[in-house]
């Protein structure tokens, strides 16, 4: 497990900030800022990089499509 900051930095290059706003909550739990990478299926959406490879390609098999979140 390492620091929040840490992940933080290695998801954005960048400690925390107000350059980025909060897009939301994804179906996990994991919070969400816009400029992160989710997959959205129907009305709900998951933080790519917080699930594994299976999930990732189920939800791809389903229909869901990756997007930015904005």
Sequence with gaps: M???VITQIKRT???FSDRREEYGVD???NEVY???EILVYEDD???AEEISLDCKETLE???AEYQ???
């Design 45 to 47: 959406f998951w933080l």
């Design 61 to 63: 098999i389903i229909g």
């Design 2 to 4: 390492e620091h929040s």
């Design 27 to 29: 179906a996990l739990g």
């Design 13 to 15: 290059g960048y400690p």
């Design 68 to 70: 930015i979140a904005k």
């Design 34 to 36: 816009t400029g992160d």
